[in-house]
């Protein structure tokens, strides 16, 4: 971790230190507050259609484009901001600032929805929470990753999963039940509080690089014999110390002063990654099946089963319970065998779904148990490789990182912003491309292709995730 020469910590034991710098503590914040964010940003969803005509006067004709403008300026302003908090969260000591930033701006958001009576106040409002969900996300995902071990990666990123899509899941129908019962303003109250909450836990955290400099300066005054009053507050990084660690590869670029365009632009090194740029891909891949499907069940369903809204509802409620309880063990799993043996099945197992579904064409008990049963095994397939993806960007960037100490700093949270900007512009993309499909090639036609592309997708998967197949027998040799 990049330190600068003048960062100072107290001598005197932080209270509640054991507990604050914890693994546990800091995973059960960090998931409090993705999970707050995501209940936050999707509870909006069902009451949009009313409160865009009942306050801001929109006619009910135009409704749906509003709403889609709103969808995609979430994604645009989420793209957008990731990059930045990635790396104020690597630039700065401590990644607790740009953490709390971005809750702060999310009730700001909520205080601008609670009172906006117009289109642009929503607009506006909306746009805020794509900042502050970029915010909480990659800084939330990088600060799990610091904590945890890296044998441990795996069942960390399951933690954050869960409490991402469990807030998705629970986000619609919370919303819809506090404006029904009790009223628009209300569905922003209490996320509001929760998110006071998140901050306070926030600051509670000591982060464990931080923790670990404390323990390591502790340890040396022990030593040293050192009793100074506890208060002081001294130097951690002796400034004239060199700890870098210079690339000693002979084909570099160097630039007039003297610094390689990798030293100049370190985030450069992630696409000459095969296990970052893999991981990329297949979390690319993954977003946009999910963002067409997403757009095109609930009309299917309508249109083929005669199914209500509700019953469409219900089809996505039962097809995310499955994935959503087994990540623990998935991630458990990853970190005893590696994210290539559960990245290479599922990846497979969603292929198989997504082709099987295009046999799904009538209005019969048979295709109806058909289309759940393969939505439902192709969606936790998806989620146990979007978690193998999330520990393979994790570990591949602390090896980066590992070999930047003094060069180009922490890379971790650039390394998040960019996966999750990747997810971002696949759930952008994911419904224009399924819309499209629909409309051009039909059902079969859209489910064929997705199912073909995770197939394309799978040699990759076998090259690359975890070092590869070569890396396998490597190890077992």
């Known amino acids: ?11 005197s034991t932080p209270w509640g230190f054991r507990i604050r710098s914890s693994t546990s503590f800091i995973i059960f914040a960090v998931c409090i507050g993705l999970f707050t964010d995501s209940i936050t940003a999707s509870s909006i969803i069902p009451i949009l259609p009313s409160a865009l005509v009942t306050r801001a006067g929109v006619p009910e004709e135009h409704v749906q484009f509003y709403i889609s403008a709103f969808m995609t300026s979430f994604s645009i302003t989420f793209i957008a901001a990731a990059p930045i908090f990635g790396h104020l969260s690597d630039r700065l000591t401590s990644r607790r600032r740009p953490f709390v930033w971005g809750m702060i701006v999310n009730i700001l958001s909520l205080l601008l929805y609670m009172k906006a009576t117009s289109v642009i106040g929503m607009a506006i409002a909306r746009a805020l929470q794509g900042v502050s969900s970029s915010a909480i996300l990659v800084i939330g995902t990088a600060l799990v990753k610091d904590s945890v071990t890296k044998e441990k990666t795996g069942k960390g990123m399951a933690f954050t999963t869960v409490a991402i899509q469990l807030g998705l899941i629970m986000g619609p129908a919370f919303g819809g039940l506090i404006y029904d019962n009790v ?13 006071a909450m998140d901050i306070v836990l926030r600051l509670l955290i000591i982060e464990t690089p931080v923790a670990r400099l404390w323990l390591l300066h502790h340890k040396s005054d022990s030593l040293n014999g050192n009793t100074e009053d506890g208060g002081e507050t001294e130097p951690l990084i002796d400034p004239s110390r060199n700890t870098s660690v210079r690339d000693t590869s002979s084909t570099q670029i160097v630039s007039s002063n003297g610094k390689t365009i990798m030293d100049l ?4 090194r992630f696409f000459l990654n095969g296990r970052i740029v893999t991981a990329l891909f297949i979390s690319l891949l993954d977003s946009i099946s999910w963002g067409a499907l997403e757009s095109t069940v609930p009309f299917f369903v309508i249109r ?23 990540t623990y063990v998935v991630g458990r799993s990853i970190d005893r065998l590696g994210s ?6 599922g ?5 198989a779904c997504h082709l099987s579904q295009r046999l799904v064409h009538s209005n019969t008990l048979r295709d109806k148990v058909m289309l759940t049963t393969f939505f439902t095994t192709g969606n936790a397939a998806m989620l146990f490789v979007q978690i193998a993806m999330s520990v393979e960007v994790g570990l591949a960037a602390q090896q980066i990182d590992d070999s930047l100490k003094g060069q180009g700093g922490r890379m971790v949270g650039k390394a998040y912003a960019l996966y999750m900007m990747v997810q971002s512009f696949g759930q952008l993309l994911g419904p224009v491309i399924g819309g499209a499909m629909m409309e051009t090639v039909g059902w079969a036609g859209m489910t064929t292709l997705l199912g073909a592309l995770c197939l394309v997708a799978l040699p990759c998967v076998l090259l690359f995730t975890g070092g590869g197949v070569a890396a396998w027998r490597s190890k077992a040799s």
């Open 1 to 11: 971790m990049e330190l600068k020469s003048d960062t100072k910590i107290s001598m």
């Open 183 to 195: 009223g628009y303003e209300a569905v922003f109250i209490a996320p509001a509080f929760l998110l």
């Open 265 to 268: 632009l370190p985030v450069l």
């Open 304 to 326: 083929t089963f005669h199914w209500t809204p509700t019953n469409a509802g219900t089809l996505f409620l039962i097809s995310c319970t499955p994935g959503i309880l087994l």
């Open 340 to 345: 290539l043996y559960l990245a290479t099945p």
């Open 347 to 351: 990846l497979s197992v969603v292929a």
